[in-house]
């Protein structure tokens, strides 16, 4: 049974500061992994995904993988208030079957 | 070009009714998948379907819930007999045949709320 596990949080960064979310994984044979942006009552929001071992970036976001230790991380950079939300970790069960953690709040303040 | 559709956006049931819920999946794709949200928890796979046929659905509960995507129309997410315990958010994805991963669509979910 594959499984991923987050901090729930809240994490709270001030405005202009990198938020740094993590994420493992249970399964060492995942291959693909996502990252869900989620507002409040809102639908999941995919932000970032990533496949290889390193860094993704895209914008002020940037994803790292590291197989070896089945890690994963969401960096932001210059965070604002807007990313205030659940960051959800995700990884492929098959078939689009995807396999969330709980997810970690963040909170970005002024 | 609509997004997945999902109606209705709340659902309010009293124990022992039925639950209906409603996807449209995006103009074009043919792949439906079905999740559901428990309050403070991420979201779990229930079931994935194709027009007419359910390919995986390991997800759902053996008993009360059942899943379908005729030719014509939405997908259905049918609960029987609610229960305190259903009352999530229940949310439809969508894709393109042979699409990966990062080509799932997520529809705005279904509230549903069990008194």
């Known amino acids: 049974q594959k499984e991923v596990e987050q901090n729930s949080g809240p994490l709270s960064v001030p405005e202009g500061a990198i938020a740094s979310l993590n994420c493992t994984y249970s399964?060492?044979?995942?291959?693909?992994f996502f990252w869900y942006r989620q507002y409040s009552g809102k639908s999941p929001e995919l932000i970032m995904f990533?496949?290889?071992?390193g860094d993704k970036e895209d914008g002020r976001f940037t994803a790292q993988l590291n197989k070896a230790s089945q890690y994963v991380s969401l960096l932001i950079r210059d965070s604002q208030p807007s990313d205030s939300a659940t960051y959800l970790c995700?990884?492929?069960?098959?078939?689009?079957?995807?396999?969330f953690g709980a997810g970690t709040r963040l909170a970005v303040h002024p | 070009n609509a997004g997945v559709m999902q109606n209705p956006r709340h659902l309010v049931r009293r124990r022992g009714q039925e639950a209906r819920l409603r996807c449209s999946p995006m103009k074009g794709h043919s792949h439906v998948y079905w999740y559901r949200q428990l309050p403070e928890e991420g979201l779990k796979f229930m079931v994935y379907l194709q027009k007419e046929n359910i390919i995986d659905e390991s997800g759902m509960p053996k008993e009360r819930f059942s899943a379908e995507f005729p030719k014509e129309g939405p997908s259905i997410l049918r609960i029987q007999q609610v229960v305190r315990g259903d009352s999530a958010a229940y949310f439809c994805a969508s894709s393109l045949p042979g699409q990966g991963d990062e080509k799932l669509f997520f529809g705005s979910g279904t509230q549903l709320s069990v008194l």
């Open positions: 990533i496949y290889s071992n």
């Open positions: 995700a990884t492929s069960g098959g078939y689009n079957k995807l396999i």
């Open positions: 399964d060492r044979g995942s291959q693909s």
